[in-house]
């Protein structure tokens, strides 16, 4: 049984033209580690709150998010209780924004155990000091009587790593853990992670808007538009051989550090918003081999593909090895510019 | 002086700017120096605390250096500046796009008519030029008479900040100042901004500061790069030297840092802890 499993979630909102989600088929395994990957507006984080039971007000639900097991949609408040206190932790983007200003790091690390488990102060307060050892804060207990203010983001978002960590969760969700995070900090955290994941054998969603960072990462990537999953596919195959138009654009969007320096080719226009729809292929409008008359008609529904599993009516032809080039050549090959 | 063929659009000479936190003092910037020719693209990197934004700031005199000049075509950059002229020769000397174009666009006015008053401003009275030049600007980012109508709130974010960039080039300064600039745009969205960019350098003389943590983004921009931490200048070379063979522990550990298949947090990680004096992790 996978720690966390998503079955045909559709999330919509009333007075919007689109789902929010739609159809969205996703699964993380103990010791996986997951990314979904996806520009502003496509749904990820949506997605990722999904697996905490939270979604939006007044949203129309469909299918089913279930986290070892458990259904989150029309769950009780007892279920969903024990799925955010001992089952799944959320790694938010903005650790200042976690924690409470005026209360002492040792407080948010202590309640979850004082309040959901009982456990007396010292108890509570020597784990929590041992949880800050493992995420890599050099003097714990002085920590745990600093308030947020006195630390550094890095040292804030480990912290918030620590707290994620303090039941014991299986399943961790990292809602762009690092974007606000430098640079150099940035591998700081990710190494954090990766070594807690690897020695206790978690399973990671990563949500990220870096196709890069997820690259580093993680096992399998999934690349959302517009509430749906356009190609999931090993990390490996999704680079070597990007299989949808919009994950070979995203590739081409970002500069390279080394190697040959060419003109970038944008995706034309911007991502479709909530209030736009599309009979056919969402991405389609801003896609170089839309075909009229076949891509505008009907959404293409997710295929099999080699490794991958591809939502586009042309993969077939557009990565067929008879084409004159490979397919990621073939996908930038396309004369037309940005508008 | 020598004669230079090419004189320079920016000469930035021993900046520093320190501030005072409770009793300490903090030196953001410490001896700055860097000349800009015409054309020409410089990249600022570096990570929070280096002092980046900070040397935008000065440059365009929303902080007032401690120490050193800047010299803007050879004229000094203002420290005070006082009435209408003054104000605009500064304005006309150096602009600056924000990470968040919502900083510089008014939020209750149509981004057409944000850049019809720039125009206004900086002395072009003729109404049936200045819409010419508006429609010009626009196109010329790649915006058309819809989004000239449209209110920033109601653009893409890639829009608005090809908007803000449309404003700052209205008045054709000598030297463009990009804070962050595309930092915050999705990825397809940022190659869009990054191509408008480099043809703004092919086409017009301006020079670009571009400010960024963005190693890649930087090399795409810029010709040369100034490596910052903590306010100290540890590189300034062409990019592709820079990214070659950087010299600077420091630059070295921001290459490792970029993320890429194989990549090893780890070692970046216990790399980074041997460089910092005070062995804390950020």
Redo the contacts between chains.
């Keep these: 049984m996978p720690l966390l499993e998503y079955d045909a979630l559709g999330v919509t909102l009333p007075g919007t033209a689109r789902p929010i989600l739609d159809g969205i088929d996703l699964h993380v395994g103990a010791g996986e580690v997951v990314a979904l990957v996806g ?2 507006g496509s749904g990820k984080s949506v997605t990722a709150r999904a697996a905490l039971g939270l979604f939006p007000a007044g949203a129309d639900i469909t299918g089913q998010v279930r986290v070892a097991g458990t259904g989150l949609v029309g769950a009780d408040a007892a279920s969903l209780r024990d799925v955010r206190t001992n089952r799944a932790a959320m790694i938010y983007q903005d650790p200042r924004a976690a924690l409470n200003p005026v209360r002492r790091v040792g407080d948010f690390l202590t309640e979850p155990l004082r309040l959901a488990h009982g456990w007396s102060r010292n108890r509570a307060a020597a784990r929590a000091a041992e949880l800050l050892a493992a995420v ?3 003097d714990p207990g002085r920590h745990l009587n600093q308030y947020p203010h006195e630390l ?4 804030l978002q ?1 912290v918030v790593i620590a707290a994620a960590l303090t039941t014991e969760p299986r399943l961790l969700l990292c809602d762009e853990p690092t974007t606000a ?8 955290i ?2 954090v992670l ?2 807690l994941q690897r020695e206790r054998g978690l399973g990671l969603l990563l949500i990220t ?5 997820a ?3 993680s096992d399998r990537i999934h690349v959302m538009y517009a509430g749906r999953i356009v190609e999931a596919a090993p ?2 195959d999704l ?1 070597a051989a990007p299989r949808h138009p919009y994950t070979a ?2 590739l ?7 190697g040959p ?1 060419a ?6 226009g ?2 479709m918003g909530l209030l736009e729809s599309a009979p056919g292929c969402a991405f389609a409008p801003r896609c170089h081999f839309a075909e009229p008359g076949r891509c505008d008609q009907s959404p293409p529904p997710p295929e099999r593909h080699g490794p991958a599993e591809v939502a586009c009516h042309r993969t077939a032809e557009l990565t067929a090895p008879a084409a004159n080039a490979p397919a990621p050549a073939a996908f930038h090959a396309s004369g037309k510019e ?2 | 002086m020598t004669t230079d063929p090419t004189p320079a659009l920016l000469q930035v000479s021993g900046l520093r700017k320190t501030y005072r936190t409770g009793g300490a003092e903090v030196v953001a910037v410490d001896d700055l120096s860097f000349t800009l020719r015409p054309g020409a693209a410089l990249g600022i990197v570096g990570e929070s605390g280096s002092g980046k934004t900070t040397t935008a700031r000065m440059l365009i005199g929303l902080e007032r250096p401690d120490a050193g000049r800047i010299l803007v075509q050879g004229e000094p950059l203002a420290d005070f500046v006082r009435g209408r002229a003054a104000r605009l020769a500064r304005a006309k000397a150096v602009q600056i796009v924000f990470q968040d174009p919502y900083l510089s666009l008014d939020a209750r006015m149509g981004i057409g008519a944000t850049i019809d008053g720039a125009l206004r401003l900086h002395g072009l009275r003729d109404p049936a030029a200045r819409a010419a030049r508006v429609r010009e600007l626009l196109a010329q980012v790649g915006l058309g008479d819809r989004e000239a109508a449209a209110l920033p709130r109601h653009l893409s974010g890639g829009q608005r900040q090809r908007a803000a960039i449309a404003r700052a080039l209205a008045v054709e300064p000598a030297v463009l100042v990009l804070d962050e600039a595309v930092s915050a745009l999705d990825v397809s969205v940022q190659a869009q901004v990054l191509n408008l960019l480099s043809d703004i350098r092919r086409d017009t003389g301006i020079g670009l500061v571009f400010v960024s943590h963005d190693l890649a983004v930087v090399r795409y921009v810029c010709d040369e790069a100034l490596v910052l931490y903590r306010g100290r200048t540890l590189e300034h070379r062409p990019v592709a030297e820079l990214l070659a063979a950087p010299r600077d522990p420091y630059t070295r550990l921001l290459l490792a840092s970029v993320p890429r298949p194989g990549w090893d947090p780890d070692s970046i990680s216990s790399r980074r802890r041997s460089l910092d004096p005070k062995g804390l992790p950020a």
Excluded: N
Aim: glycine share 12%; hydrophobic share 40%; no cysteine.
């Design positions: 520009e502003s890599g804060l050099p550094s983001g890095g040292m480990r995070l430098d640079v150099s900090t940035q591998a700081e990710l190494a990766g070594r808007h870096d196709i890069e960072l690259a580093a990462v990390v490996a680079f654009g995203l081409g969007s970002s500069p390279p550090l080394h320096l003109r970038l080719t944008p995706i034309p911007a991502p940005d508008s």
